[in-house]
């Protein structure tokens, strides 16, 4: 849905995306990337290092696909979506994980 976002809303600069996957020691990086590249439409070679986590418990619970951090380097545009948060929030008072609109429901 991010990516949507920026992709559609913003019409972002797609050589400024970086993706950094967090994963497990037994777990193939190479085919998670593939896997991440393939999802997010972002190439491999805009894939940073992979965090690689080597303490965990064998057959815990863990992610099958690990986890992408998507970054984008871009101020202005931080800005702009840190100034519609705030909007937002002001407009919809958020009552756990409910958004509840000012108007009542």
Known sequence: ????FLREVYCIDEKKLRIYLYCYSD???AELIRFWSEVTKVPKSQFSKPYTRTDFKKGGRKMKYGMIHVRYGDKKLLLEILSLIEYYSQ????VGTQA??????
Do not use: I, T
């Not at 849905?1 to 949507?4: E, L, V």
């Not at 407009?91 to 958020?94: D, I, L, V």
């Open 1 to 4: 849905m991010f990516f949507r």
């Open 27 to 29: 777990q193939d990086k």
């Open 91 to 94: 407009r919809y008072k958020c």
């Open 100 to 105: 509840v609109n000012e108007g009542g429901l």
